[in-house]
């Protein structure tokens, strides 16, 4: 039974990779299908072969670690290295094609009524019918035709020819399946190209730009412009850029741009250190308030402790997206809070709209946010506690104060520490909190960018998509690679303090 | 071992058969849509599949989404062909090279609202078929303020009469203030956003955010925080909920404010904003319309789609039902322009400036809406902090 699951699970999935493989392979992304197929194949030999039994348990966690961290890492440092921004989306060969595949059409343009002919093999065949001349489109090649040409054939005798040669006339909607096709025809024809304006028409155009890959400029053939390629944008010496602009490799010039540039360095200092500060209250505060009511809560002589239990993790049953709108509401300038300050005191507090303010509003509602998971953990850890060590204690008469700092809080910060680690690498990143609250608000002043209580990723995203002209995926990207190179940092410190800790607990 | 592997195979036949290879593909239409107009695009889109026997598939996406999902999807190949968006994305699509101008017969282009084709033109062209415009005006209680204020003056005046903000009663709000709301205060006494180059685009280097009618206007919604008029943090939310609800007199609002306050019951009006200071204010006008995607495969076939089976009356008098906003094809106008919210607004659009298409207006709203928050606060004097923001535009637009 076991094994039969086993092949299904493995047969679909492999039918899913197959299928996605297909789909890769048909937009031409090979690498990504080879890589697909690679990865399939591994998964197959994973869970068949008895030689690789231990990675059957590892291998999901490693999909998942690559897919999820390791991926999103690699992307944004690639990322950083570019362009990458409005104008700057496609690569460059999709945007030579997008230029060079523009055409000029004048007004006065001769346009061309057009009948179309298939044969069994799919080939076709056109007729263009222009003011003066009539004009055929046969196998690649365009000619001269005489309406009367015998290879014209009126079957039906209203006028216009039913077949030419072996091929038979198309009927619209034998056109529309083969407009692929039609629409895809370019004719040479004088100095132009004829193809296809609309559905029933053809006209005569001319190419606007050309491209020389050897100077890597674009021309522009009516007025002779040229274009050189300036930083992912073809520019004329007038500064005239040819849209779309594509993406370019830029070094570290996006690291340049953070450290050089007054407007986007200048808040880096002050946003990173509340980015710190918010994070370490968050933490100091949820494990304060989770530790006391864990220990209330512990006391068996509490009536109703599973009541209070139950009620006090409301806070994290509730989704925080849902709370923190409701908590935003509450906080508003004319917010349920200040409704209440207002009637009975005659004074109202501006939460969000003073940076002071706001940054309690901010701690405030993390707390209310963060102590349910502080006091659950806390309360298991609380349990482990040995109660031989508080009879001792209070025989030796150490009072509650000292049985608290020098019994409880040691013997539960050992097990807690990467807890509280894992908490403010967490509250390091809470971008949902800060920009569902506040949005980062209220503004610093209206020269800088960022705002009083933006941390560093909601700094980032600012950057990125409040920045100079539309989107700025580059530079946010090199944000992030930095804020990833801070967080690893702080992790790794903390790691080693914590293992120093866990050296001495072995000593004791 | 051997019958696993043929139990594989067998499997993977069979699943195979369930899933069909999916790309961008020619000859089938795919439009993204948002949830309001997406059911209408599907009925058009039956009739056209019945006519050509193209399938017509109508994704629905929000709309504040479909630009930027449009810029991940296209490229990839994974895009539609026809999209639905407003005329200030224009710039943004054209230079990421995510649109193509549409064709659209001359004649045809006279049947639209000239104001609607300028927004949705670039460089001389044509890229986005429109169907609505929309604009704030200043929309009353009519039980609370009979007769509209013949000047922005006397409509203060009236406002401090009806505020009492410990009774939660106010007279006038504008939203958030943020830009859009807030224009009408700035473009009154002569205060704009990008100047023109002589060749009539906009330059972003020419800020007049910062010009003595504009610092008028950050002056006069000093004064009315001052007067206890305006407030901070009167967002969307607490604005319509005030007005819906007759505690609010008067508001800056647009056409989709209206159907909530039809539920509330509300005997409202919809005017232009009165004149400030003896000047008449501008407004921003939005405009929106349907786009054809630079990676479509099915250019003729969506030009075909929005020319043939999007431009008639039927059509667009159903986008103007199901949206509310007036419409942009004139023969639909006409038709409707007996309903009252259609005519005010119509007549504050007439003296409308329609937003700014290029890229570069990214770093205008944030900056702006920073120096209105800090003004609302009672954070800073209003001729400084406008200096400072414009100040700050330049520099991230590096034009100094």
Request: proline share 6%.
């Amino acid at each position: 039974m076991k094994h039969v699951l086993q092949i299904v699970i493995l047969g679909a999935l492999d039918a899913i990779a197959i299928w996605v493989g297909t789909s890769l392979v048909v937009q031409a992304h090979y690498l990504m299908a080879v890589l697909l197929l690679i990865g399939a194949a591994g998964i197959n030999y994973v869970y068949l072969s008895k030689r690789a039994y231990p990675m059957r348990y590892l291998l999901p966690g490693l999909i998942f670690l690559f897919s999820m961290v390791v991926y999103p890492i690699g992307y944004s440092f690639y990322i950083s290295f570019t362009n990458l921004s409005t104008g700057h989306l496609l690569n460059k060969p999709q945007a030579i094609e997008q230029i060079t595949g523009r055409f000029y059409t004048p007004s006065d343009a001769p346009s061309f009524s057009y009948e179309a002919f298939e044969d069994d093999t799919g080939d076709i065949a056109l007729v263009l019918y222009g003011d003066d001349e009539t004009l055929l489109y046969y196998q690649g090649v365009l000619t001269q035709i005489d309406p009367s040409d015998d290879r014209l054939v009126d079957e039906d005798g209203d006028g216009k020819p039913d077949r030419f040669l072996s091929y038979k006339v198309m009927t619209l909607p034998e056109i529309i399946k083969g407009l692929p096709t039609i629409e895809g025809l370019r004719i040479p024809y004088d100095e132009g190209t004829i193809r296809l304006d609309s559905l029933r028409e053809f006209k005569l155009s001319s190419r606007r730009y050309s491209y020389n890959p050897a100077t890597d400029m674009m021309r522009d053939l009516q007025t002779g412009t040229v274009y050189p390629n300036l930083e992912g944008f073809y520019t004329s010496d007038d500064g005239d850029e040819l849209y779309p602009g594509f993406k370019i490799w830029m070094g570290l010039k996006n690291y340049l741009e953070l450290i050089l540039n007054p407007l986007v360095s200048g808040p880096f200092a002050r946003v990173f250190g509340w980015t710190v500060i918010f994070a370490g209250l968050s933490v100091l505060t949820t494990f304060a308030l989770g530790l006391f009511l864990a220990i209330l809560l512990n006391d068996p002589y509490l009536k109703l402790r599973r009541f209070y239990r139950v009620l006090v993790i409301v806070p994290y049953a509730l989704p925080a997206f849902i709370s923190i709108l409701i908590w935003h509401g509450l906080l508003t300038n004319m917010g349920l809070f200040n409704h209440v300050l207002l009637q009975l005191f005659h004074f109202s507090i501006p939460w969000l709209e003073n940076a002071f303010w706001a940054k309690v509003s901010i701690i405030l509602v993390n707390l209310w946010l963060g102590y349910p998971y502080m006091m659950i953990v806390s309360l298991g850890a609380l349990q482990s506690i040995p109660g031989e060590l508080y009879e001792a204690a209070r025989v030796d008469g150490a009072t509650w104060w000292q049985r608290f700092s020098k019994i409880t809080l040691p013997l539960l910060l050992m097990p807690l520490a990467p807890l509280l680690i894992g908490s403010f690498a967490f509250n390091f990143n809470n971008f949902t909190l800060i920009w569902l609250l506040t949005e980062g608000g209220p503004p610093i002043n209206a020269r800088t960018v960022a705002q009083s209580t933006d941390i560093l990723l909601s700094y980032a995203y600012r950057l990125a998509f409040q920045g100079a002209r539309g989107n700025q995926f580059a530079l946010a990207a090199a944000v992030s690679v930095v804020i990833f190179f801070i967080v690893a940092t702080i992790s790794a410190i903390n790691f080693r303090l914590t293992g120093a800790l866990e050296d001495l607990s072995k000593n004791v | 071992m051997k019958r696993t592997v043929v139990l594989i195979v067998a499997l993977l036949m069979v699943t195979s058969l369930f899933l069909t290879v999916s790309a961008s593909e020619a000859g089938k239409l795919v439009i993204w849509a948002d949830e309001t107009r997406a059911p209408i695009l599907q009925e058009v889109g039956t009739a056209f599949q019945d006519t050509y026997g193209v399938p017509v598939e109508v994704q629905e996406i929000g709309f504040g989404d479909i630009r930027g999902q449009l810029a991940t999807a296209a490229p990839a190949g994974e895009g539609p062909d026809i999209i639905i968006g407003a005329h200030d994305w224009l710039g943004e699509l054209i230079q990421n090279g995510l649109i193509e101008p549409i064709v659209l017969p001359e004649a045809v282009k006279k049947e639209f609202d000239p104001v609607a084709i300028d927004a949705f033109s670039w460089g001389g062209q044509l890229y986005g078929l429109p169907y609505a415009t929309e604009c704030v005006a200043l929309i009353y209680n009519k039980d609370l303020v009979p007769e509209v204020p013949a000047t922005f003056e006397d409509l203060l005046t009236t406002a401090k009469g009806l505020t009492d903000q410990e009774a939660g009663e106010y007279g006038f709000l504008i939203q958030e203030p943020d830009p859009f709301h807030t224009f009408a205060l700035f473009s009154a006494g002569g205060g704009y956003i990008f100047g023109n180059n002589p060749d009539g685009t906009l330059n972003p280097c020419d800020i007049g955010l910062d010009n003595a009618g504009a610092i008028a206007g950050a002056t006069l919604l000093d004064q009315m925080v001052k007067d206890g008029i305006e407030v901070a943090g009167a967002d969307y939310g607490m604005v319509t909920g005030l007005f819906n609800t007759g505690k609010l007199a008067m508001m800056i609002g647009g056409p989709w404010t209206l159907p909530d306050a039809q539920k509330g019951g509300i005997n409202y009006g919809v005017a232009p904003i009165p004149a400030i200071n003896g000047n008449a204010p501008k407004v921003f006008v939005g405009v929106q319309g349907f786009m054809v995607s630079a990676f479509s495969e099915n250019k003729v076939l969506a030009n075909l789609f929005i020319k043939d089976f999007l431009v008639n009356n039927d059509v667009m008098m159903k986008l103007y039902t199901a949206g509310g906003r007036p419409p942009a094809y004139l023969p639909t106008l006409q038709q409707v322009s007996g309903n009252a919210d259609i005519q005010g607004f119509a007549a504050s659009a007439a003296n409308g400036y329609p937003m700014p298409k290029i890229p570069e207006m990214g770093s205008v709203w944030s900056a702006w809406s920073d120096a209105l928050q800090l003004i609302v606060s009672q954070q800073a004097e209003p001729a400084t902090v406008m200096g400072d923001a414009v100040g700050q535009i330049k520099a991230l637009l590096k034009c100094e």
